[in-house]
């Protein structure tokens, strides 16, 4: 009995803290209604190609940071936040890549983003961006995809899963479990979610995040309703992997520039604490998918990130702020 109170009083305090934590950092860019719900993005710079920018799994526009700056010297560029991550709102659909692509069209049409597009994503926002110009690509003029996400990865890697969730801390394997196993909205409130989460963070890779966002970035990944999202996001991998391999290649003559990590783990980061399942074999695997990443257009270019783990966009900005400008000059002078 003691200790439910005790649980209760902790979750009450702890949702208190972090609720007015969240409300002190507003949205940099603006809430567009794309249909009963409003979705987050920021919009800067001038002239055509536009260029637009998804982040990977769980994350949102806050991670190109160091990145869209440098791109809105010399081009239009947006960020935005997929539904329920960041500053948007939750969507009613599933998080399926198909939605999310439905979604980002929505939104790009709703501000009016001039045509073409220059499509950047990172991770998990790589398959959602290489799903949105087979899906419509007469929008888009040409792809950078970062260390991104390949429709086959699940498949092929399958067989590394179970030394993967041995691998990983009891916090992380808790938090994965109680994802699959539940789908309650009001379980993201609770405090142990929350924390357990949190715990990760701190354990695994919090000193990769740049200082000047730290605070901000960590307040609205651990929002209640952020956290719900990722579990969602997570609950239909494998669906939105599959969307992905059933549709037909449409940008291979598009200019394709993939930029795969050249390193398993990021230099801050201590490997066995980090990921200790990234086998050699697994590595080996991520990067024969990079490879055949590349070989999806006519015109693909692979850039190896040397002294990057996965996270480029904040170790090595510049190489994709290079890509990018690579592929808008290329655009300018046909």
């Known amino acids: 009995m003691i200790l439910i109170i005790a649980l209760s009083v902790a979750s009450f305090i702890y949702q208190t803290i972090t609720t007015y934590q969240d409300k002190n950092y507003p949205a940099p860019g603006k809430l567009v209604d794309i249909g009963g719900y409003k979705l987050h993005i ?14 990977g799994f769980a994350c949102f526009s806050l991670v190109w940071n160091l990145v869209e700056p440098k791109i809105a010297t010399f081009s239009h560029v947006y960020s935005y936040d997929r539904a329920g991550l960041g500053w ?18 929505t939104l790009l049409e709703t501000v009016g983003a001039p045509k073409p597009y220059i499509l950047v994503g990172h991770s998990f926002g790589g398959l959602v961006m290489q799903l949105y110009a087979n899906t419509y690509p007469n929008e888009v003029f040409g792809l950078v995809l970062v260390d991104s996400s390949h429709e086959h990865i699940l498949e092929i890697s399958k067989t590394f899963h179970d030394q993967h969730y041995q691998l990983l801390p009891w ?11 539940y789908n309650l909205e009001n379980v993201s409130n609770f405090t142990g979610i929350r924390a357990v989460y949190l715990y990760s963070l701190l354990k695994n890779g919090i000193s990769t ?8 970035f960590l ?18 991998i494998t669906e939105s992997h599959n969307q992905l391999m059933q549709k037909s ?27 200790p399942y990234l086998t050699k074999a697994h590595e080996e695997v991520w990067m024969k998918l990079q490879k055949d990443l590349v070989t999806k257009s006519s015109r693909g270019k692979h850039i190896i990130a040397a002294k990057s783990g996965h996270t480029i966009l904040w170790s090595e900005p ?9 592929l808008v000059d290329e655009y300018r002078s046909e």
């Open 42 to 55: 920021t919009e800067s710079g001038t002239g055509t190609p536009t260029v637009i920018l998804d982040a």
């Open 88 to 105: 948007s709102e939750k969507s009613p659909s599933p998080r399926t890549s198909c939605n999310m692509v439905r979604e980002l069209h």
């Open 171 to 181: 916090t992380q394997r808790y938090w994965h479990s109680f994802l699959h196993t």
């Open 209 to 216: 995040i740049p200082t000047s966002i730290k605070g901000t």
């Open 219 to 236: 307040a609205r990944l651990l929002s209640p309703h952020a956290i719900y999202t990722r579990g969602q996001e997570m609950r239909h």
């Open 249 to 275: 290649n449409l940008f291979s003559k598009k200019p394709l520039i993939v930029i795969s990590r050249g390193k398993a783990i990021d230099e801050k980061c201590d490997a066995q604490k980090m990921w």
């Open 318 to 326: 510049e190489l994709i702020v290079n890509a990018v400008k690579e």
